[in-house]
């Protein structure tokens, strides 16, 4: 296995130029790569399947303390806050993940095609950590290789193998964590059907019990569970949801801190300043220079 990782983390290096976030020519795979340790820095994990290839990160999702590093991956369910931190990296040995976003549609499909089932444990969590197998890993490695095949080849055969790392997930330890949440008429899967509302609607005031029933969940239900997917409240979420589009708006340079705050849905910019500044440490025009740096 150790060959395998040591492969994958060349090929997929020779195909960026340097330390950041990329797209791939395979659809729905990204790499990063940092080369020192970072601050916490607060971001939302979407439906993912991280592959740790080198480093290690530390996240901290709700009240806990998550480590991973190579040897294992990470599966989000479905888009998370959380604060993370590189914890190790150096330019001989950068930090390196592969990133494959995770499509409901084909684990639905998969779950009816296999028939897999599961037992609702109250512990599982939404974000998760386990130790990668081989196959598994094998899998992520004939992934990998194709980047350095042509188009039509990566066109063909990515959605193949893509299929079988669905596959590899559900059998696996977190595949408990996939069912429920891809699994029509769970909690789960209905707090999803929620987040997806709410990302739509984000800049608009919302009527959160509405919300609830839109999805057949008593208002005392839909808050109990909406917390234990994400770890905080549906009006928290939908908070940070802002805050992150007017961070991602200002990083463009397309916008200032004031017409940022009103394409996101504040009535008042001081409002804004002084939340966006107790979410992410400073300021907004101080953190958006400390960012493009």
């Known amino acids: 296995m150790e060959y395998k990782y040591k492969a994958i983390r060349d090929i997929i290096l020779k195909h960026i130029p340097g330390v950041g976030n990329?797209?791939?020519?395979?659809?729905?795979?990204?790499?990063?790569r940092r080369n020192n340790p970072t601050d916490f820095?607060?971001?939302?994990?979407?439906?993912?399947?991280?592959?740790?290839?080198?480093?290690?990160?530390?996240?901290l999702y709700g009240e806990e303390n998550l480590i991973y590093s190579k040897g294992q991956y990470v599966v989000s369910c479905t888009d998370i806050p959380v604060s993370s931190r590189v914890v190790e990296a150096t330019e001989n040995e950068p930090f390196v993940v592969l990133i494959l976003e995770l499509d409901s549609s084909i684990i639905s499909g998969l779950l009816l095609e296999t028939k897999l089932t599961r037992t609702i444990d109250s512990n599982d969590k939404s974000i998760a950590i386990a130790n990668t197998d081989e196959e598994l890993l094998d899998a992520f490695y004939r992934l990998a290789q194709l980047l350095d095949k042509n188009v039509s080849e990566q066109r063909i055969l990515s959605p193949i193998i893509i299929k079988e790392i669905y596959y590899r997930l559900l059998v696996g330890p977190l595949g408990?964590?996939?069912?429920?949440?891809?699994?029509k008429g769970t909690s789960s899967n209905q707090?999803?059907?929620?987040?997806?509302?709410?990302?739509?609607?984000?800049?608009?005031?919302?009527?959160?019990?509405?919300?609830?029933?839109s999805v057949?969940?008593?208002?005392?239900?839909?808050?109990?569970?909406?917390?234990?997917?994400?770890?905080?409240?549906?009006?928290?979420?939908?908070?940070?949801?802002?805050?992150?589009?007017?961070?991602?708006?200002?990083?463009?340079?397309?916008?200032?801190?004031?017409?940022?705050?009103?394409?996101?849905?504040?009535?008042?910019?001081?409002?804004?300043?002084?939340?966006?500044?107790?979410?992410f440490g400073n300021p907004p025009k101080t953190d958006i220079k400390k960012l493009a740096v």
């Open 22 to 32: 990329y797209e791939t020519s395979i659809k729905g795979l990204r790499i990063v």
């Open 41 to 59: 820095l607060r971001c939302f994990y979407t439906p993912s399947c991280i592959l740790v290839l080198q480093g290690v990160k530390h996240m």
């Open 176 to 183: 408990n964590q996939l069912c429920l949440i891809n699994t």
């Open 191 to 213: 707090i999803v059907q929620a987040i997806s509302f709410i990302k739509d609607k984000y800049s608009e005031k919302l009527n959160m019990d509405k919300i609830a029933k």
């Open 216 to 279: 057949n969940m008593a208002p005392s239900s839909f808050y109990r569970n909406f917390k234990k997917v994400t770890q905080v409240s549906p009006l928290q979420y939908q908070k940070q949801l802002k805050l992150y589009e007017a961070q991602r708006l200002m990083l463009s340079g397309e916008h200032n801190a004031e017409s940022a705050s009103y394409i996101v849905g504040y009535e008042s910019p001081t409002q804004f300043s002084r939340e966006y500044k107790k979410m």
